[in-house]
């Protein structure tokens, strides 16, 4: 880098934090400053997640001049917001500058003033009920509750929650994990029960485990934690579970035996995660520039590759920004428009309603 090119950095860098660049302002001025600071720290990201791998190496291919500083990938979101707290005087490689973590780790990294505002470009693409009004963490991929079906057993799967209640899905349904501890079964509950007439929340956790006492009563529900070895081994042929893990299974099994992935066509909840930069970050105009590179159209599709739906997958299908190739290995685009988002307090009360009544409600201990 030349002494002129490190001057505009660091000038720009003057610029933007006079600004306070709590919205994209200058795209330029900001890869300007962000090359001047040479490092993007970043921590829980394995390269096998939602394409992570790929779309580090599409930033560091777009912008050489940043190096990319990866801490602990394994780690889960608490110790993100460790490792912030633990580095709150350290602008040294161990602080990380950007975290991916759970919705319920957003709001609780605002109020202890671990995260800064930062609004991208494409802010008004992001969905209301998943982001942050202030612009502290906002939604970046999620993933929506889906039925995997092994179709050498079920001609035709159950296209809504209510048909698994059908004689024809005798002994084939299963949840992918415990509903009693398993955050993915409780979600799984909550899309039943809001197709069973219950809205997120207490209603839905009460009207789900209706619906599945029903499921059972009728002799379709199998007691055990649905995965892909049951799909495969006929134990469960029906198996409801996180789009993105379904199609990974789908993947893996390689039509041996051939899965279909369903999305209801009532009860679609997603789940998401967030982004949000370190109050602390070392490298703030670097994290600033990450998160436009994530939010770009490049970005939210590398996301895509990863089979985790980018938080614009609506608005990207809508102006035709999505490749053909891409929609075909997913489930029609159209049936994530009616994704609902819950709240986390809609979350937790479903949670307790049915973490509680499981056991006396549906009566179906569900094991490995």
């Not at 900001?30 to 779309?55: F, Q, R, S």
């Not at 990319?68 to 460790?82: F, Q």
């Not at 059972?216 to 070895?229: M, Q, R």
């Not at 988002?341 to 569900?366: H, I, M, R, Y």
Request: contains cysteine; charged residues 20%.
């Amino acid at each position: 880098m030349t002494i002129q090119s490190t001057a505009a950095g660091l000038a720009a860098l003057v610029a933007l934090a006079a600004s306070g660049a709590a919205h994209a302002q200058d795209l330029a001025a900001l890869e300007e400053a962000a090359k001047a600071e040479g490092m993007l720290t970043t921590i829980a990201l394995p390269h096998d997640w939602c394409g992570y791998g790929a779309v580090i190496e599409g930033f560091k291919k777009k912008y050489p001049e940043i190096q990319v500083n990866e801490l602990n990938p394994d780690a889960g979101s608490a110790d993100e917001l460790e490792a912030i707290r633990a580095n709150k005087d350290n602008k040294g490689p161990q602080a990380p500058d950007v975290i991916d973590v759970g919705l319920s780790f957003g709001p609780q990294a605002k109020s202890e003033g671990l995260i800064q505002p930062y609004k991208v470009a494409t802010w008004d693409t992001i969905p209301e009920d998943a982001k942050d009004a202030e612009g502290y963490w906002y939604g970046d991929y999620y993933g929506v509750m889906a039925f995997g079906v092994n179709t050498d057993l079920i001609e035709e799967g159950p296209q809504t929650w209510k048909d698994l209640t059908k004689p024809e899905f005798a002994n084939a349904f299963a949840l992918a994990g415990d509903p009693r501890a398993s955050a993915q079964a409780i979600i799984s509950v909550m899309a039943a029960g809001i197709a069973n007439g219950g809205e997120a929340g207490e209603a839905s956790g009460q009207k789900g485990m209706e619906l599945m006492a029903e499921v059972n009563k009728a002799g379709n529900f199998v007691p055990v934690i649905g995965k892909s070895a049951t799909i495969a081994q006929g134990a469960t042929p029906i198996v409801t579970a996180w789009d993105y893990n379904l199609l990974s299974w789908r993947d893996g099994l390689n039509g041996n035996p051939p899965v279909e992935v369903i999305i209801p066509s009532d009860g679609v909840v997603a789940g998401v995660y967030v982004q949000a930069i370190s109050a602390y970050a070392p490298h703030p105009n670097a994290a600033k520039l990450w998160m436009e590179y994530l939010y770009s159209d490049e970005g939210q599709l590398g996301w895509l590759k990863g089979y985790c739906h980018p938080i614009r997958f609506n608005d990207l299908v809508k102006n035709g920004k999505v490749p053909a190739e891409m929609l075909d290995a997913l489930p029609p685009a159209e049936a994530y428009e009616k994704a609902i988002f819950p709240t986390l307090e809609q979350q937790e009360a479903n949670k307790k309603v049915v973490t509680e009544g499981w056991d006396s409600v549906v009566g179906a201990a569900v094991k490995e």
